[in-house]
């Protein structure tokens, strides 16, 4: 845009134009502070989240190992509930085996039947 009387601005002109450029320049400063403010608040803000990241990673690991022990105590005592049973099982087969070798051998009127 070319004005008029060459490259002289006139004083009026002047005074209504500079304090308006003075007044966005001053904004404009305002906001890119305000811009940098929420930059670091930002940045605060993933720093923590990383060091959650990391925690709830670690917590994880730790689960799992917990989770390990736990099945393997499960498998070993299955196992060994599992003998208990099967020893017991056999014992009164074999008690119910012997009673029976008794039973067969009683005169009839000591018979439980």
Known sequence: MEIKGGDKVSPELKELILPEIEVLRQEVQDVRTELR???QRLDNVNKR????????????RRIDKTNKRIDMV?????????S??????????YTYYQLQEVFCCLPE????E
């Open 84 to 93: 208990v049973f099967c020893t017991s099982d056999v014992q009164v087969f």
């Open 49 to 60: 989240l990383d060091d959650i990241n990391l925690h709830l990673a670690d917590q994880s």
């Open 37 to 39: 403010l929420t930059n």
């Open 74 to 82: 499960r498998e070993e005592l299955t196992g060994r509930i599992d």
């Open 109 to 112: 009127n000591l018979s439980p």
